[in-house]
């Protein structure tokens, strides 16, 4: 089976793509390259690669959109029910937490682990599909404050209020998301990712395939991490050409177009040091524009105006 066959929908503004079983599949016009992201929304590793995503997206968005895919193998993703392997695992957890945020600048506090006692992950991955069938656009915000209540602010995104609330601050239709989260098509949808993360053998998260316009053409697997470049090179090799860079945008535009970034994804954006950018946000801080939320590794800022 050729996995881009499957049916979905995308935002070609964000170029992000979320599956959604009811809809037909289209073609996507003025995007020559798709991206399938596989993610577990529990890997820091994950997360720490959202800064270099976001230099992707504003800098190369206007040539490739995203699909995002949920890897986690569930019978993996779930602790252990040996009370002593249990503790080992969550303390192994938040040891490599703690190891990336140091070392990423993107922060994780890996104290979750040790604070919390009953976590379901399949949940969380049930409610992120939910949450794409209300649009590829709401779907990523929801992953995004998902994983900021998680890596942020240690909290259960296993926890049905903790999933109301970020459905709630997010603006979704909260009720239509309930009950989706409770739905086949959910269910559905989550299935049809861990089928195609087994059929293109993705051993690791974050891993990537990159495929152009040649539907009959194999993509190209990079799994794990990498520098900026070798990502844009691979872009460059799958258009068959050097994509022209978009007109770069101003820091407060970038803020007020993610609302809550931390000071590492405006640094990658737009290659500055951290006391760079902290230098830069000034004006906005005193303008009263900007929000400094400080975190256990590092700074998160809030858009205000």
Known sequence: MNPRKKTDICNNITGVCGLDPKESNQPKAGKPIEIY??????????????????KLLIEYGDYFRIRVLLAGRLKAWNICPDKRNSNEKKLDLANTWDRIATQTGMSCDGDYWLENNRISPYVAALAIKAAELQGPQLGARFLRKLREKLFLEKQDISDLNILKACSDE?????????????????????????????????????????FNDDIEQDGIKVQGVYKYEVYLQLISEMLGYVPKKRE?????????????????EIA??????IEEVEKELKPLILQQKIEQVPVKYGTFWKYLA
């Open 248 to 264: 770069k945008i101003s820091i407060e535009q970038f803020l007020k177009k993610f609302q809550f970034v931390a000071s590492i």
């Open 37 to 54: 992201a596989f993610i577990d929304p529990f890997s820091a590793e994950c997360w720490s690669f959202e800064p270099l995503m976001k």
């Open 268 to 273: 990658v954006v737009f290659d500055l040091t």
């Open 170 to 210: 997010i603006g979704m239709d909260v009720d239509e998301f309930l009950q989706d989260l409770h739905s086949p098509a959910a269910k559905q949808a989550l299935d049809c990712d861990i089928k195609t993360t087994s059929e293109m053998e993705v051993e690791c998260v974050p891993s990537f395939v990159f």
